[in-house]
């Protein structure tokens, strides 16, 4: 799994980015309609979930630990098409949805983190970012009747903050990566006359 993730250090990085944008639109524009916020959340759980599956499926391709990542991936995707054929859904029933995803995306996340553990020094950018997911999806949870505003600045900070979670992790995947590559790389021979 190491190795899929120093590799393919771009993909938390794009999934942060992507978070952070979509939490900088929910600030920039509060009074948009639920049905907005509704695409908004699909279109950052598809391709959230899009990155994390590709991730898994390298790391098999590799005979690594895969299936938190791919199990990960295909919750992100199914809730990100969920919420674009069923925009007219109630308020309530996506506020369940955007829990649940939440809760079931940062315990994932938590898994990876701990597995990484033993390898890096610094998972724990991953587990924060997988705690923040499982606080955002409890706070969620507990306010079913919350109106859109107050739910789209809690989804606007919970991306933020989880964008620059997945934005650390992925440049300091990028640095392991370089460090590891440094090491592997034979010294120059030095040739006695």
Known sequence: MLSSLTRNWWAPVLSGVVAILAGIAAFVWPSITFEVLVLLFGAYAFIDGVLWFSLGVLAAGEHERWWPLVVGGIVGIV????????????????????GVWAIVTGLLEIVVA?????????????????????IFGVLVLAQPNAGAYALVVLFGAYAILIGISQVAFGFRMRGLGQDVQGVMQPAPSSVSN
């Not at 701990?114 to 499982?134: A, D």
């Open 79 to 98: 809730v990100g098409v969920l919420a674009f054929a069923q925009t007219q859904a109630t308020a309530l029933a996506l506020v369940y949805v955007i």
């Open 114 to 134: 701990v597995r990484l553990r033993e390898i890096i020094s610094t998972e724990w950018l991953m587990g924060f970012g997988g705690l923040l997911s499982i």
